[in-house]
T-cell receptor, first 113, second 114 residues
């Protein structure tokens, strides 16, 4: 079945630095890759997504890149702020015919002031 | 993601009991999916429903069941509760539930089995 690997598991940066989280997936037929941010005790919040027909998407300080050949996708956060501190999950939807999000194991990002 | 509502927010049950969790999707959304999130892990897919029909099921035992109503709200039922069922249960709402459409999560129901 589909497997999504995510690295690193924890990431500590200073405010203003950039943060990069990387994921790989196994089902080459996957075409949709969302990223969720989950603060402690709260719901996963969709922050950005990318579809397989594009290689990069940007939304203010957040960007996502996709390499379909290598089955890699990454989240880039620039000019990090303390409020960016949270757990970030990547996900992929395998080609099963229904919307089954397969999540990575999560990255705990800590931004220190 | 505002608009997906789940009830109750917290629940404590005893082993062997039964529980029903409820979800109302975003207005206009016809697909509801259920996920289980154990502490420290990513959400795991349980079910997807679209237009009141089960579209997909994850690797969970038959003690887990669900349904979707004509107004697109949904219930997740778990029978014969085990300690290992303690988790955050999340409902995700999607317009069509297609393979490349956004899914928005509710705040979840935290179930504790004692």
């Amino acid at each position: 079945g589909e497997n999504v690997e995510q690295h690193p598991s924890t990431l500590s940066v200073q405010e203003g630095d950039s943060a990069v989280i990387k994921c790989t997936y196994s089902d080459s037929a996957s075409n949709y890759f969302p990223w969720y941010k989950q603060e402690l005790g709260k719901r996963p919040q969709l922050i950005i997504d990318i579809r397989s027909n594009v290689g990069e998407k940007k939304d203010q300080r957040i960007a996502v890149t996709l390499n379909k050949t290598a089955k890699h996708f990454s989240l880039h956060i620039t000019e990090t702020q303390p409020e960016d501190s949270a757990v970030y999950f990547c996900a992929a939807i395998p080609n099963t015919g229904f919307q089954k999000l397969v999540f990575g194991t999560g990255t705990r990002l800590l931004v220190s002031p | 993601d505002a608009g997906v509502t789940q009830s109750p927010t917290h629940l404590i049950k005893t082993r062997g009991q039964h529980v029903t969790l409820r979800c109302s999707p975003i207005s206009g959304h016809k697909s509801v999916s259920w996920y289980q999130q154990v502490l420290g892990q990513g959400p795991q897919f349980i079910f997807q429903y679209y237009e009141k029909e089960e579209r997909g099921r994850g690797n969970f035992p038959d003690r887990f069941s669900a349904r979707q109503f004509p107004n697109y709200s949904s219930e997740l039922n778990v029978n014969a509760l085990l300690l290992g069922d303690s988790a955050l249960y999340l409902c995700a709402s999607s317009m069509t539930g297609g393979l490349d459409t956004e899914a928005f999560f509710g705040q979840g129901t935290r179930l504790t089995v004692v």
